[in-house]
């Protein structure tokens, strides 16, 4: 698979609202690559009681790339969501690893 930074595809592009250029030219570019890099972000709470006890999170995606976003949602297209967690070392908590 190959990834691609497409913010900077996109970023080239002239915006005027979700147009049909821009439209055109994310569509192409989701021909060619599969995995869209967001960078890092942060799990953020929601709600503390979302229904039964239980919290509710979310990620936020960069609102830097809506077009792309808007794109997706309008289309209904399923995206598949992996994450990363950093080594102990590099996420500045206090954590042990777990044993």
């Known amino acids: 698979m190959e990834i691609i930074d497409i ?3 996109l970023d080239t592009a002239i915006y005027v609202g979700v147009s049909e250029a ?3 030219l994310i569509h192409e570019v989701l021909k060619q690559v599969s995995i869209i890099d967001v960078g890092e972000r942060s799990i953020v709470r929601v ?3 979302y229904g039964s006890g239980k919290p509710r999170f979310a ?28 080594a102990p070392d590099q996420r500045g908590d206090d954590l042990e690893p777990a044993v």
């Open 22 to 24: 821009v439209g055109s």
């Open 59 to 86: 990620i936020n995606l960069p609102t830097a790339r809506n077009d792309l976003w808007e794109y997706l949602w309008r289309r209904r297209i399923k995206v598949k969501i992996y994450l990363e967690v950093p």
């Open 7 to 9: 913010y900077l595809s």
């Open 47 to 49: 709600a503390v009681d």
